[in-house]
């Protein structure tokens, strides 16, 4: 096995793992009456934004009816919301509300609170090491992403 075999292995396993970190992370957050698929559009919006529709719809891998019907939703509960496009107006963006930001807020805090229990006894060292890996992956692997 090639090194880059290893990597893609070695990457696929992290995906993984990040997506089983990410339920552990979220699965006894309050979030009132938000949807799971709902906290998940408003946490990514909370990372990039303001987005498109149909770039939440790609993100997501939801159909643009189902997407456009849970932005609306989110919309009346007065989480985000949308603006139109300076130089199209047929165009708009989405982004979270002063309430959805709050909101996120509140959640982010909740899964802080738990990452620093997964790493309280993890050496500084340990910690240097993990974060210049991050920055690693930040600038290569998912620079596309971003």
């Given at each position: ?55 939440i719809s ?44 709050e909101k ?43």
């Amino acid at each position: 096995m090639d090194s880059k075999d290893k990597l893609f292995g070695q990457m696929v396993s992290h995906i993984a793992a990040s997506h089983q970190l990410h339920y552990d992370m979220t699965k006894g957050m309050p979030m009132d009456d938000i949807t799971p698929l709902q906290y998940e559009i408003m946490e990514f919006l909370t990372v990039k934004q303001p987005i498109t529709l149909s770039e939440i719809s790609e993100c997501k891998g939801i159909s643009m009816p189902n997407t456009s019907r849970e932005i609306r939703k989110l919309t009346e509960k007065g989480l985000c919301e949308k603006i139109e496009d300076r130089e199209d107006r047929r165009k708009q963006y989405i982004r979270l509300s002063s309430l959805g930001e709050e909101k996120m807020g509140m959640a982010f805090g909740h899964m802080r609170q738990l990452f620093l229990q997964q790493i309280e006894h993890v050496p500084e060292v340990d910690l240097a090491r993990i974060s210049e890996a991050l920055e690693v992956l930040g600038t290569t692997i998912f620079r596309a992403n971003s």
